[in-house]
């Protein structure tokens, strides 16, 4: 929903930073690299250890770095397919290293089954969900938006785990539930909308 409402107001603060930091000789795809890999070093090194508040801040600050490869691309006039890959591909392995941490976290550290339990079934819906979207395309299908994509995922999880990191009780349980609930209710919107669609095609 974010990436329909807000990429406007988003572009116009992270298209000036995207020009010039391809005047100083940056690509795209070195940005999106840069992105991944301190989020997932990040997720990794301080969700297990405990450091919620450290992780979420380094996680956000690096996950913002996947904005500036659009915008850099747009700098650039253009884009490529390898690009729009391993953007996909990088978006996935953060995601699968953000929720393996915090479920790490809930079983090693919190002794927290059931939020780790949550913790997974996020990061498996998460994984769900993006496929249906790539599966559809692959198809010549639509299956875009639903109530959580990536920037909402992203939001709710580490709220959840810098208001913990604050010292308030049971948000990181309060959030992984929240957006389990949220990302089986996206899974179906997508499937409704690749079901209509195949309809439609069918129609014509």
């Known amino acids: 929903m974010l990436n329909i409402f807000a990429r406007e107001s988003v ?16 690509s795209p795809n070195s940005m999106t690299v840069i992105g991944t890999a301190g989020a997932i070093a990040c997720a ?21 770095l996947d904005l ?8 650039r006039g253009y884009g490529t397919p390898f690009g729009a890959v391993l953007d996909a591909t990088c978006d996935r392995l953060v995601d699968g290293a953000l929720f393996a941490a915090i479920a790490w976290w809930c079983f090693a ?5 059931p939020a780790a339990a949550a913790a997974l079934i996020c990061l ?15 198809s010549g299908f639509s299956a875009d938006g639903g109530l959580v994509e990536r920037a909402e995922r ?3 999880a580490l709220v959840g785990t810098g208001l913990h990191g604050f010292g308030i009780p049971y948000t990181v349980d ?13 899974l179906l919107q997508r499937m409704a909308a690749v079901a209509k669609a195949a309809r439609e095609a069918k129609k014509a």
């Open 11 to 26: 572009s116009r603060v992270t298209d000036p930073i995207g020009k010039a930091l391809v005047r100083l000789g940056l």
């Open 44 to 64: 990794l090194v301080f969700f297990p250890n405990g450091w919620l508040l450290t992780g979420t801040f380094t996680v956000w600050g690096f996950a913002m």
């Open 68 to 75: 500036l490869d659009g915008a850099m691309a747009r700098a």
């Open 109 to 113: 550290r919190d002794d927290n089954h």
């Open 124 to 138: 498996v819906l998460a994984q769900v969900i993006s496929y249906v979207k790539a599966r559809a395309e692959a």
């Open 154 to 156: 992203l939001i709710i």
């Open 174 to 186: 309060i959030s992984l539930w929240l957006l389990a609930a949220l990302s089986v209710v996206t």
